[in-house]
């Protein structure tokens, strides 16, 4: 069992850069980042291959987010540029156990961090 830890959320203004972590307890193979705004489904953000060498980002975020991962020290990474109120939500991060094909579905995802709130002030 991988536990995931979050960290680097908080209250920024429209314009802003946040990054947020996620530390990983063991070796873990593709990871991602999904959020949940308040009233709505949790939704896919951005995705990482285990090497780094493939990403998957959302329409709303491309261009303005970029996905990164240190193997060494077991940590992902979601550095957030040009942030919108919009982007206002839980930020949960989530890898896979098996290396494959990065996706954007949550049900392939097997472990999950309790969350992290970005507040993006208009």
């Known amino acids: 069992q991988v536990q995931l830890v979050e960290s680097g959320g908080g209250l920024v203004q429209t314009g802003g850069s946040l990054r947020l972590s996620c530390a990983a307890s063991?070796?873990?193979?593709?990871m991602g980042w999904f959020r949940q705004a308040p009233g709505k489904e949790r939704e896919f953000v951005a995705g990482i291959s285990w090497s780094g060498g493939s990403t998957y980002y959302a329409d709303s975020v491309k261009g303005r987010f970029t996905i990164s991962r240190d193997n060494a020290k077991n940590t992902a990474y979601l550095q957030m540029n040009s942030l919108k109120p919009e982007d206002t939500a839980v930020y949960y991060c989530?890898?896979?156990?098996?290396?494959?094909?990065?996706?954007?579905?949550?049900?392939?995802?097997?472990?999950w961090g309790q969350g992290t709130q970005v507040t993006v002030s208009s």
């Open positions: 063991g070796r873990t193979a593709n």
């Open positions: 989530a890898s896979t156990r098996a290396i494959m094909v990065v996706t954007r579905s949550d049900s392939d995802y097997d472990y």
